[in-house]
């Protein structure tokens, strides 16, 4: 009998924008550790205290309903890994045949590598806020940053054969061009990169509610540099698991350092 108390605080039953290329439900889990902000989960990031707790038993039944329809399930936040029964919440969608994913900050490479090895997710998509130094990332997720952890985290994803993407929401306030383009440098070599446009309104810090994001001709620049950058890499973007690791990955200690 388990003894897990499973905190769900949110399912959709399909997305279409959670994983390309399949049909995923998606679970929230709250809580987290950061606060970055211009967050748009508020609520669940502070503790979901408001939010109601879904039953897994019912989530669980309702996929079985939706199976040969929906495939893949992804598990976000808040910070799903602060969660010590994540592993078994996977473990249970994997008995039901689902491939699954997780959306993480990097903050739990413990909890990250043992989901790896012990096959419990086939997909990574994890937040790397800014450039890998302590004052930018402080500024970007309004904690001390655990910048060890995050390292650590996109190490394992760039050497293991899982498949991963880095993703990062900009803004001018917090992220200069620069900034971005030291960041894809950081991250050359990995299996796939996404930079997201930040969207004002209802943020973590009111301060941030009417912040202006980059410009479309600007954001679209970012996007097309950032890529190149990341490419340089002898791995092809978006090349599935089991692709060699990148040549560009035997300098990767030295770039998550600089
Ligand atoms: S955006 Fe930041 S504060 Fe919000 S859930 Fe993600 S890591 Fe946590």
Same mark, same amino acid.
């Not at 959306?103 to 739990?108: E, K």
């Not at 950032?226 to 990341?230: A, G, H, N, T």
């Given at each position: 009998m388990s003894t897990c108390s499973y905190k769900i605080k949110g399912f959709i039953e399909t997305s279409f924008i959670d994983w390309p290329g399949r049909l995923t439900a998606v679970l929230f889990l709250p809580g987290c550790n950061f606060r970055c902000p211009y967050c748009h989960n508020a609520d669940l990031a502070l503790g979901g205290h408001r939010l109601p707790t879904w039953p897994i038993s019912s989530i669980l039944e309702r996929l079985k309903q939706l199976q040969g329809w929906v495939d893949g399930v992804c598990i976000t936040g808040g910070e799903p890994t602060l969660h010590s029964c994540l592993p078994e919440i996977f473990a249970l969608l994997k008995n039901q045949g689902l $491939? &699954? $994913?997780?959306? &993480? @900050?990097? =903050? @739990?490479?413990e909890m990250l590598e043992g989901l790896i090895d012990g096959g419990l997710v086939d997909y990574v998509a994890m937040d790397v806020k800014a450039p890998l130094n302590r004052f930018a990332y402080a500024q970007c997720t309004g904690v001390v940053p655990p910048l060890d952890n995050i390292r650590e985290s996109v190490h394992i994803l760039m050497k293991k054969d899982i498949h991963h993407q880095f993703r990062t929401t900009i803004l001018p306030k917090l992220h200069s061009i620069e900034d971005i383009l030291r960041l894809a440098e950081q991250l050359r070599g990995a299996m796939g990169y996404k930079l997201q446009n930040f969207n004002p309104g209802n943020t973590l810090d009111p301060a941030f509610e009417n912040e202006p994001p980059y410009d479309h001709t600007t954001f679209c620049e970012l996007q097309r540099r =950032?890529?190149? #950058? #990341?490419s340089l890499s002898g791995r092809a973007i978006g090349r599935s698991a089991g692709a060699d690791l990148p040549l560009a990955s035997r300098g990767l200690e030295a770039r998550l350092q600089a």
């Open positions: $491939k &699954t $994913k997780l959306d &993480t @900050n990097g =903050s @739990n490479p =950032s890529q190149d #950058i #990341i």
